[in-house]
């Protein structure tokens, strides 16, 4: 990500925080809705993105395309046009972004957004019939959305499956292991939290979690929510991820160590 993405991400990131109460269900879901127009248009994403093209042009083609949009979405898009993007294909992942804080910022407080996108991911991660529906290249992805949509429905909130739905439409060729984990990545920075996945090859006592999630809380300088998964692959130990870092102290990590270290 580019300076320029960074600073045009962060000022609307910063007009969403300055929005009079709680951004609705529908803001979200309409800026989603925008990112897929956006981007099912060659033409328009590059006006959009244009440097040198006026900001009142760039905000008048939104207000013209998208007027239907509560207040707050079609202020949030202007915003976004009005920013400086290294490419496209930046402009389309800062809407996602907004996108999905603004879904996560209306959210009841009785509900956890990274808990519901974590749980569909671990489902993902243990079926891998469904983790080919939803994310192989293969197939519509109005089917996909509508899967997600069966799936969920009554199961998890209306925020979750917009997130899920979206990302299943417009993957931009990442991978749905990828999508997830961004997406949680992304709604647990807006609460003000990170994400930390713990691995090990059998479950952890909930206490060992607490003095664990504790111990990161710590190192990082902020809360964090832990995400417990199973890999019988690991043999022992754990692995803790928190974004791009890695706390590697498995089994089968040393045992590949010793290994490689042998072989030299």
């Given amino acids: 990500m580019g300076a320029a993405t960074r600073e045009a991400l962060a000022s609307t990131i910063g007009v969403l925080g ?12 309409q800026l989603l809705d925008a990112g897929r127009v956006i981007g099912g248009s060659a033409q328009l994403r590059a006006a959009l993105a244009d440097d040198s ?6 905000t008048a083609l939104v207000r013209s395309l998208f007027d239907s949009f509560t207040p707050d979405a079609r202020a949030l898009l202007e915003s976004i046009v009005a920013g400086r993007w290294s490419s496209g294909t930046d402009l389309l992942a800062g809407i996602e972004e907004v996108g999905i804080r603004a879904l996560a910022e209306s959210a009841p407080t009785d509900v956890s957004l990274e808990a519901e996108l974590f749980a569909f991911e671990r489902a993902v991660d243990s079926d891998s019939e469904l983790e080919l529906a939803v994310g192989s290249k293969l197939g519509s992805s109005e089917s996909k959305a509508r899967l997600v949509d069966r799936l969920l ?6 925020q979750t499956v917009a997130i899920l739905s979206h990302l299943v439409r417009q993957p931009r060729g990442r991978r749905i292991g990828e999508l997830l984990r961004f997406a949680t990545a992304v709604v647990a920075d807006q609460a003000g939290l990170l994400v930390a996945t713990v691995t090990s090859a059998t479950p952890i006592a909930a206490e060992q979690l607490d003095r664990l999630g504790a111990q990161l809380a710590l190192r990082y300088g902020r809360k964090l929510r832990i995400n417990s998964r199973i890999d019988a692959d690991l043999i022992g130990g754990v692995r803790v991820q928190i974004g791009g870092d890695v706390i590697d102290g498995s089994v089968a990590t040393k045992l590949n160590d010793l290994r490689l270290q042998l072989a030299r």
């Fill in 18 to 29: 300055a929005l009079p109460g709680t951004p609705e269900l529908a803001t979200g879901e």
């Fill in 53 to 58: 093209s006026a900001t009142e042009v760039k």
């Fill in 153 to 158: 429905s009554g199961k998890a909130s209306d």
